[in-house]
């Protein structure tokens, strides 16, 4: 089965699980922008994390599709949450939540998407801490970028874990609690899928400085104009190359001058699968574990 099909088929789970939460949230409006962000489907890589890890420990993808649900819950919230921070106005050719309905009520939203993961995690109550602990390393990361935190490898790789791989820790750890996995299977899940999430971030760093906007669905150069920390840009002002040249190029431009960063991000990035991969090393072989190793491939070669 190819990803990209894998990835369909796990959304569709998580889909339904996710539409019933919308009968009873008051007031309209309300309700209407939270259906707008759940309506907002990126590729649902975490969710297919949680059914996989829950089926490499012995579960099944059905018996997962609650906790996928939590988790993507989670991550909508941190979508809209980012959207207001950098005031960005579109993701994937929509306008974002607070282009639509105003700051207050997306942040309201963000509120309301992080309940609902609650309420559907807790369904099984030994979910809630590795959601929380999700909820506050994302809101570290936050902060860590708005003062200008990273600025060297390690500090970079601290961030991106607090950025994303946290959340994608999460969901390993999740879908392997719900499919029975022992103490040391759900540390291990655990700890792919951070260096996964961290990769995936490295990869979006890349694509940030090689893709045209049309292709990514928002805006290209976002990290360089905003001043985040992105580790092709520290290691191309390491290297020499000012802030200014970079920001004075186009795509095309940029890709070529910092080529040689966007060689070491990538090698970085790989790096960070093989450690991924060591992690499930003592996992029984089986369908969900061939795909856990393919969905790390696909997160570090992904176009978008």
Not at 174 to 188: P, R, T
Not at 222 to 232: E, T, W
Not at 234 to 249: F, N, T, V
Not at 293 to 298: A, M, S, W
């Amino acid at each position: 089965m190819e990803m990209e099909q894998l990835l369909t088929e796990r959304a569709g789970l998580v889909d339904s699980e996710m539409m019933g939460l919308l009968l009873d949230i008051k007031p309209p409006e309300l309700a209407a922008a939270v259906a707008y962000a759940i309506a907002s489907k990126g590729k649902r890589i975490r969710p297919a994390l949680v059914t996989l890890a829950c089926e490499s420990v012995g579960g099944t993808a059905e018996g997962a599709s609650f906790a996928a649900a939590s988790i993507e819950l989670i991550h909508s919230s941190s979508l809209v949450l980012d959207h207001v921070i950098d005031k960005s106005e579109k993701r994937r050719g929509r306008d974002t939540i607070h282009k639509k309905w105003g700051v207050d009520m997306a942040l309201l939203t963000v509120q309301i998407l992080a309940a609902l993961s609650l309420k559907i995690a807790s369904r099984d109550p030994r979910l809630i801490h590795a959601i929380a602990d999700s909820l506050y390393y994302m809101g570290e990361g936050e902060a860590m970028e708005l003062v200008d935190f990273a600025r060297d490898k390690q500090s970079y790789i601290e961030l991106a874990f607090r950025k994303t791989g946290s959340l994608f820790g999460s969901a390993a750890e999740v879908g392997s609690l719900v499919g029975g996995g022992d103490e040391k299977q759900i540390k291990n899940l655990s700890k792919f899928g951070s260096h996964i999430g961290i990769a995936f971030q490295i990869r979006d760093d890349i694509l940030d400085c090689i893709s045209r906007e049309e292709d990514l669905g928002k805006p290209v150069k976002k990290d360089l104009f905003m001043g985040r920390p992105s580790i092709v840009v520290l290691d191309a002002l390491k290297s020499g190359i000012s802030l200014e040249r970079m920001m004075k190029c186009n795509n095309g431009e940029l890709m070529h001058l910092v080529s040689d960063s966007i060689d070491y991000a990538q090698e970085v990035a790989r790096e960070e699968l093989d450690h991924a991969k060591s992690q499930i090393e003592t996992l029984d072989e089986s369908f969900a574990k061939r795909k856990l190793i393919e969905l790390g491939e696909y997160i570090i070669t992904r176009s978008k």
